[in-house]
Each structure stands twice: as structure tokens, then as C-alpha cells.
């Protein structure tokens, strides 16, 4: 069974400064997608970026980029000048190839200090 | 909106009645998939479908849990017999080939 684990349930930024956001998965597959979510209290979840697993370039999107490390089963989010907007609760996720079932990781909460 | 759209988006219930939620995934999307979310944690899978198929359900589904899309499109989650601990946030996403979109959800409250 796959797994997904968030070792850092909370994380503080100034605005402006760069942070980055852990996540580990375990898994025997090969095919697989790995995604950050973003979900404010407004419960939506919003893709923030996406990351297939047989592609060895790490996805950019605008301020958010990630350090996809297959071997080493790692997959860590780096937000870039933080704005309050991405105040949040962060999801890690992993989606099987074969059916894009999601599983979560239990999350980091971010504050972004002003 | 063209997106994936759930019904109602609150719902109070007294413990021991009988809810049910709907939701509309986007319409050309085959799969549909049902998770739970407590206050706090990630979101836990319960079941998907795969048109019309329920190809696969979580132990957290219990019995009194039941799920259908009768003609691949929406789908419908019920939950018999209420308790306090089925309060939370019951989310539906909806996707086609990777491309995932989740609903707003339906929050419950069993008082």
C-alpha cells in the first residue's frame, strides 16, 4: 500500500522569504503522479503543481517549484517570495497511474508572517 | 461552472437519521472518487467508480455507508444511522486521465 508522510504539521514564513515543505511517499510502482494541493479555509482543494513520476525535470509554476528525489522516495514543495495568500493548509498526494486514485498526506499548516 | 459541483454544502443532522449527498462531476470525467476529512487531517479515501462500476471501497466505508453513480454520471453517497463520530467534511472529485478537480464538499454535522 502507498503512503504519505508530511513530517511537518506546521511552518511559519516571513512574507517575501522562501520556504520549503517536506513530504516522503513509499511505494512499489513505477507509473505514478505526485501533487502539492493547497487548501484554505474555504475547504477548496486548489492544485497547486504537479509532478509525473517518469519525468526527471522538477515541474515549475510560477513561485512554487519542486525537488522531485525518485530514488530517495522524497518530493518537497518550495514556495518562492511568500505572499499572505498562501496562507494554507499544504497537501501532499500521491496518485496511482492506473485508476488516479489519491492518496493524502495529513498536511502542513503555513502561516505567513507579515 | 463547469466544474465539479456537490449538494448540499452543509448539512445538520440528528444522530440516528439518514443523509444523503450528491455530487456532479465535470462530464466528460469517467472517475469519481468519495473521501472524508476531519478537522486537522488530509483527506481519507472511501470509494471511486469507474463510470457506472464502484471498482473500489475503503474499510472506512462501513455498512451503513453506501455509494452509487447509477448511469456514470452523478453520484450519490448515503449515510444510514448517523453518529457523531460521521461528522466531517465528505469531498468528491471527479478526473480523466490525471487531471483531478475536487468539489467544494459537503460539510455534516451530526448533533
Known amino acids: 500500500a502507498q503512503t504519505v508522510t508530511q513530517s511537518q504539521p506546521e511552518m511559519s514564513v516571513q512574507e517575501a522569504e522562501t520556504v520549503t515543505l517536506s513530504c516522503t511517499y513509499d511505494?512499489?510502482?513505477?507509473?505514478?503522479?505526485l501533487f502539492w494541493y493547497k487548501q484554505p479555509p474555504s475547504r477548496q482543494m486548489i492544485l497547486v503543481i504537479r509532478?509525473?513520476?517518469?519525468?526527471?525535470q522538477n515541474a515549475t509554476e510560477n513561485r512554487f517549484s519542486v525537488n522531485f528525489q525518485k530514488a530517495a522516495k522524497s518530493f518537497s514543495l518550495k514556495i518562492s517570495d511568500s505572499q499572505l495568500g498562501d496562507a494554507a493548509m499544504y497537501f501532499c498526494?500521491?496518485?496511482?497511474?492506473?485508476?488516479?486514485?489519491?492518496?493524502f498526506g495529513k498536511g502542513t499548516r503555513l502561516h505567513i508572517l507579515p | 461552472d463547469t466544474g465539479v459541483s456537490q449538494d448540499p454544502r452543509h448539512k445538520i443532522t440528528k444522530r440516528g437519521q439518514n443523509v444523503t449527498f450528491r455530487c456532479d462531476p465535470i462530464?466528460?470525467?469517467?472517475?469519481l472518487y468519495w473521501y472524508r476529512q476531519t478537522l486537522g487531517q488530509g483527506p481519507e479515501f472511501l470509494t471511486y467508480?469507474?463510470?457506472?462500476?464502484?471498482?473500489?471501497k475503503s474499510r472506512l466505508l462501513s455498512d451503513r455507508f453506501s455509494a452509487e453513480r447509477p448511469k456514470g454520471s452523478f453520484s450519490t453517497l448515503e449515510i444510514q444511522r448517523t453518529e457523531q463520530g460521521d461528522s466531517a467534511m465528505y469531498l468528491c472529485?471527479?478526473?480523466?486521465?490525471?487531471?483531478?478537480?475536487f468539489g467544494n464538499g459537503t460539510r455534516l454535522t451530526v448533533t
Open positions: 472529485a471527479s478526473s480523466l486521465s490525471g487531471a483531478l478537480h
Open positions: 511505494t512499489s510502482e513505477s507509473d505514478y503522479y
Open positions: 509532478q509525473e513520476a517518469y519525468k526527471q
Open positions: 498526494a500521491y496518485i496511482r497511474y492506473r485508476d488516479d486514485k489519491i492518496i
Open positions: 462530464s466528460e470525467h469517467n472517475r
Open positions: 467508480f469507474q463510470n457506472e462500476a464502484q471498482l473500489e
